[in-house]
C-alpha cells in the first residue's frame, strides 16, 4: 500500500502553468477520438463484421468510456501532469508507476513514428517532387517549436487540428442524411436506405461472431472488436492534461462525459450512414469510406479533401504524442523513475528537456522506419500495438488500489484524513458501480488479448507485449523498484 512518504516522492511544482482553457479540454477530448484510424482504418473493420461493426464500437466505446471515468476518477480529486504514472506510483507501487509511464512514452514515441513517416504521403498528394523525409523533417520541427512555446500554444494547435477533423465527419455525416432523405441515385445502383446494413450482402452480422474464411483467417464480429479498441487510442490524453487545465473539477467531468455522444456519432453515427448509402461489402480498403461516400453520388473533390483532413490528423497525433510524452517524462522524472534533467521547467513551465529528447528519440525512430522499414512495422509496432491494452489494464487496477488508499485515509487533498464510505462519498467524480466495473473491464480487456492470437496480423503484437513487459519489470527490478 501506498504512503504519505510516496506523495513526498512525487511532487509536482506550481510553475506548471494551468493555461488548458475549457474549449481546449473539450477538443483535445472530442479530437482524441479521431484520426486516421476512423477515416481509413473503419474500412477493415467493415471487412470483418459488417453492419454489426456499429455493435462493436458500443461496446468497445463503452469499455473506453469506463476507463477514462476511472482515470478520471483519479485526475479530479489528484491532477498531476504524467497522469496514470503518477496515479499508479502514488496508489499501487513505483514499479508500477515505472511500467506505465515508460510504457506509455515508448508507445506514443512509436504511434509518432509512424504517423511523421506517412506524413509525406498526403503531402505528395499536391506536390508529388518533395520526398517525404523532406515532409517528416518539417513537421516534425513545426510541432516541436510550438510544443517549446508553452502548454497554451498546444492546446491551441489541438483545438484548431479537432475543428477540422470534427468539420470533416460532421459535414459526412449531414452530406449522408441528403442523400438518404432525398434519394439521390449513387454509382453501386443500391438505393440509400437504413435497410442496407440488413439486406445487403449477408445482412448485418454477416460473418457470425467468429468464423472462418477459406484462406484461414478468422473473422466476425468478436475480431472486429480489436480493431475497433486500437481506434481509441488517445482518448486518455484527458488524463494527461489534468495537471494544466484551469479547473480540472469540472472541465474533466465534462469532457470525459462527452466521450459517449462523440462515440455516438463520430463512430456509430458515421459509419452506420456510410453503410446506409455505400453497399458495406464494397468498401474494400481500397480507399477510405468516407471518399467512396461522396464519390458514390459524384463528389470527386472529397479525395483531396479527406486528404487534408488526414494530414492535420497525423500532426495532432504528432502534437498530442509530444505533449503527452514530455508531460510523461517530467513525472518519471519527479518519481526517480527518470533522470532528474527531464524533471525541470524552463519559464513558460514547458519540460523543454521531456520535449526535446521525446523529438529526437521520434526522429531517430522516423529514420529507423526509412531505413529498415520492415523491422519497424512488424515489430516495432507490435509494441504499440499491445502498449495501449497495457496502460488501460494498469489504469484500471491502479483505480482500485486508488479506492482503497482514500478509504484507508490516505486520499489526495480535501479527501485526507476521511476514511471508509465516507472518504469514497467524498469522490467528486465517482467511476460508476466501482466494485464491479474493473473487474469488468479487466475480463473485456483480456479477451481482446485472446483474440488478438487469432488473428495473424496481432499475434506477433502479444508475444512482442510480453518480451516488453519482461524488459520493464526487469529494468524496474534492477532500479529496485517494488
Avoid at 517525404?132 to 516534425?140: C, G, R, T
Avoid at 522524472?333 to 521520434?362: C, D, E, F, M, R
Amino acid at each position: 500500500m501506498s504512503s504519505k512518504h510516496e506523495t513526498d516522492d512525487v511532487p509536482v511544482p506550481a510553475t506548471l502553468r494551468k493555461s488548458l482553457k475549457n474549449r481546449h479540454i473539450q477538443l483535445i477530448a472530442l479530437g482524441g477520438a479521431i484520426g486516421t484510424g476512423l477515416f481509413y482504418g473503419s474500412s477493415e473493420s467493415i471487412s470483418l463484421a459488417g453492419p454489426s461493426i456499429l455493435v462493436a464500437y458500443l461496446i468497445g466505446g463503452l469499455a473506453i468510456f469506463m476507463i477514462v471515468r476511472a482515470l478520471s476518477e483519479m485526475s479530479v480529486e489528484d491532477p498531476k501532469a504524467g497522469a496514470f504514472s503518477y496515479y499508479a506510483t502514488r496508489y499501487w507501487s513505483k514499479r508500477a508507476g515505472f511500467i506505465s509511464g515508460w510504457n506509455y512514452w515508448f508507445n506514443y514515441i512509436l504511434v509518432s513514428m509512424v504517423e511523421l513517416s506517412v506524413v509525406g504521403k498526403f503531402v505528395q498528394y499536391w506536390f508529388p517532387g518533395i520526398p517525404m523525409w523532406v515532409s517528416a523533417v518539417f513537421f516534425l520541427m513545426v510541432i516541436t517549436a510550438a510544443n517549446l512555446l508553452g502548454v497554451s500554444k498546444f492546446g491551441e494547435f489541438e483545438f484548431w487540428f479537432a475543428i477540422i477533423k470534427i468539420v470533416a465527419v460532421i459535414a459526412m455525416v449531414l452530406g449522408g442524411l441528403v442523400v438518404l432523405v432525398m434519394g439521390v441515385s449513387t454509382v453501386s445502383g443500391v438505393t440509400p436506405s437504413f435497410m442496407n446494413w440488413f439486406t445487403v450482402g449477408d445482412g448485418f452480422l454477416p460473418n457470425g461472431l467468429m468464423s472462418r474464411t477459406e484462406d484461414g483467417q478468422w473473422t466476425g464480429l468478436l475480431m472486429a472488436l480489436v480493431v475497433v479498441m486500437f481506434s481509441f487510442g488517445g482518448t486518455e490524453l484527458i488524463g494527461i492534461t489534468a495537471g494544466e487545465t484551469e479547473n480540472p473539477r469540472t472541465t474533466i467531468p465534462k469532457a470525459t462525459n462527452d466521450i459517449i455522444w462523440r462515440i455516438l456519432v463520430f463512430y456509430i453515427g458515421a459509419l452506420g450512414i456510410i453503410m446506409a448509402v455505400v453497399p458495406w461489402n464494397t468498401i474494400d480498403g481500397e480507399s477510405s469510406p468516407f471518399v467512396q461516400i461522396f464519390d458514390s453520388v459524384g463528389v470527386h473533390a472529397a479525395a483531396g479533401i479527406l486528404n487534408f483532413v488526414c494530414l492535420t490528423a497525423v500532426m495532432s497525433v504528432y502534437n498530442s504524442g509530444l505533449y503527452a510524452n514530455s508531460r510523461m517524462l517530467y513525472s518519471l522524472a519527479k518519481q526517480g523513475n527518470a533522470p532528474s534533467y527531464l524533471g525541470k521547467l524552463n519559464a513558460h513551465g514547458v519540460p523543454v528537456a521531456g520535449v526535446l529528447t521525446s523529438a529526437v528519440i521520434t526522429a531517430l525512430a522516423v529514420v529507423v522506419v526509412f531505413l529498415w522499414p520492415a523491422f519497424a512495422f512488424n515489430y516495432l509496432m507490435s509494441i504499440a500495438t499491445i502498449a495501449g491494452v497495457i496502460n488501460w489494464t494498469i489504469i484500471m487496477i491502479t483505480e482500485m488500489h486508488f479506492r482503497k488508499v482514500v478509504a484507508a485515509g490516505d486520499g489526495p487533498n480535501d479527501l485526507a484524513g476521511l476514511k471508509g464510505d465516507e472518504a469514497l462519498a467524498k469522490l467528486q467524480f465517482k467511476l460508476p458501480f466501482a466494485r464491479v466495473t474493473p473487474w469488468i473491464v479487466l475480463a473485456f480487456l483480456a479477451l481482446v488479448v485472446v483474440l488478438m492470437c487469432f488473428s495473424d496480423s496481432y499475434r506477433i503484437a502479444v508475444y512482442a507485449g510480453v518480451i516488453w513487459l519482461a524488459i520493464l519489470f526487469a529494468a524496474s527490478q534492477f532500479l529496485n523498484h517494488k
